[in-house]
């Protein structure tokens, strides 16, 4: 295990428009550590100026809790201005996201990988200048029908999937304190059998 710390970065959309989309279910993961932390993120200057970020502890490593401000498919930079603030390389870098291609419910854990149309991933990897970062995929399900995935993202969680929000939130912040306590197999090996 590495020195530094590890930046834990939520992603999602800017303001209360946003909050309860589907798309903003890193941030609200994010949230749920800042809590069990008792890190308040804060907006940065410089380099950090583009994201809210607190430093502390979580699950015994020293960790940075991030949110980008900035729009989604903007993400890149803000991370890209924190990895270089903080000296980190990018195999350091945990991004907690929504992901289509996972049931509701469901979390998953992988290093690298394609970005599966998701914007904000591919702006990371493309600041990052690698796609070798730690994920950890919070499950959304696919649109029904023939709902656009692009509209669906940016609906608030329905009623039905509401009831079961906050324990996905648990879940997916108990796998983050894994991956940072047990490494990634390890912590694969426990978080995708319960889900």
């Known amino acids: 295990m590495p020195d530094g710390p590890y930046l834990v970065v939520g992603l999602g959309n800017p303001g209360p428009g946003y909050a309860g989309n589907r798309h903003n279910v890193g941030a609200m993961v994010l949230d749920e550590l800042a809590r069990r932390a008792g890190i308040t993120p804060a907006p940065g200057k410089g380099a950090r100026a583009r994201a809210v970020a607190g430093e502390g502890r979580l699950a015994g490593r020293r960790v940075v809790l991030a949110q980008p401000l900035t729009y989604m498919n903007e993400s890149g930079s803000p991370v890209r201005g924190l990895l270089d603030y903080y000296k980190l390389p990018a195999d350091q870098l945990v991004v907690l996201h929504d992901e289509l291609d996972i049931p509701f419910g469901s979390v998953r854990l992988k290093r690298g990988g394609g970005e599966g149309g998701h914007n904000g991933l591919r702006s990371i990897t493309r600041s990052a200048g690698t796609k070798e970062y730690l994920r950890v995929r919070v499950g959304i399900g ?27 939130l648990v879940e997916a912040a108990d796998a983050v304190e894994e991956l940072l306590t047990l490494g990634l197999e390890a912590a694969q090996n426990r978080v995708h059998p319960r889900s």
Do not use: H, I, M, N
């Open 142 to 168: 696919r649109p029904p029908g023939r709902q656009d995935p692009a509209d669906f993202v940016l609906k608030d969680f329905s009623a039905t999937e509401r009831k079961e929000l906050d324990l996905l």
